[in-house]
T-cell receptor, first 115, second 114 residues
Framework: EPEVTQTPSHQVTQMGQEVILRCVPI?????FYWYRQILGQKVEFLVS????????KSEIFDDQFSVERPDGSNFTLKIRSTKLEDSAMYFC?????????????FGSGTRLTVV | AQSVTQLGSHVSVSEGALVLLRCNYS??????LFWYVQYPNQGLQLLLK??????LVKGINGFEAEFKKSETSFHLTKPSAHMSDAAEYFC????????????FGQGTELSVKP
């Protein structure tokens, strides 16, 4: 079964450093998403991406965050200057379409720890 | 506004007992509804989804959920719990005409006692 692949699985970074989280969505999917889950809290939407541009972003997704699809397969989330409160599990997801019959496939996540 | 609410952050059942995890949504137009399961240190796995076809939806691992418009609910059930069902369960909605994002509930941790 096709999978969404995320790397790395764990990342530890110092406060103020830049991090890039990588995702390889399913090859025929067109819509891509990033979500995060702070430990013990619910999963929160960050951003959606379609046709090489952001289609929606949440208030969490401020100027410190950016997304990119640098080639035909990768989808990245960059945090420019990490803060302690950015520590969370970050999930990438993709879907083939946005109609009701389309499901969302999530990756296994990257656990980001900012120290 | 809270679009999806899961009642009970933690549910404990005995092995073989009925599992009932509650989810209510708030939307004037019935949304698309999903249940995801998250095993420790793993990602989110789709259990089942409601997309306005049958109101009783069957998913993987013996789970099912019934969409009840009058109650704005989409509760998840399994007739007989298994130890391997212990995990975190998330209800999620995709609101009609609100883009493709999912809005998740707070999650319910299911424990299964032998």
């Amino acid at each position: 079964e096709p999978e969404v692949t995320q790397t790395p699985s764990h990342q530890v970074t110092q406060m103020g450093q830049e991090v890039i989280l990588r995702c390889v969505p399913i090859s025929n999917h067109l819509y891509f998403y990033w979500y995060r889950q702070i430990l013990g809290q619910k999963v929160e939407f960050l951003v959606s991406f379609y046709n090489n541009e952001i289609s929606e972003k949440s208030e969490i997704f401020d100027d410190q965050f950016s997304v990119e699809r640098p080639d035909g397969s990768n989808f990245t989330l960059k945090i420019r200057s990490t803060k302690l409160e950015d520590s969370a599990m970050y999930f990438c997801a993709s879907t083939e379409g946005q109609g009701g019959n389309y499901g969302y496939t999530f990756g296994s996540g990257t656990r980001l720890t900012v120290v | 506004a809270q679009s999806v609410t899961q009642l009970g952050s933690h549910v404990s059942v005995s092995e073989g007992a009925l599992v009932l995890l509650r989810c209510n949504y708030s939307s004037s137009v019935p949304p698309y509804l999903f249940w995801y399961v998250q095993y420790p240190n793993q990602g989110l796995q789709l259990l089942l989804k409601y997309t306005s076809a049958a109101t009783l939806v069957k998913g993987i691992n013996g789970f099912e959920a019934e969409f009840k418009k009058s109650e704005t609910s989409f509760h998840l059930t399994k007739p007989s719990a298994h130890m391997s069902d212990a995990a975190e369960y998330f209800c999620a909605v995709r609101l009609y005409n609100q883009g493709g994002k999912l809005i998740f509930g707070q999650g319910t941790e299911l424990s299964v006692k032998p």
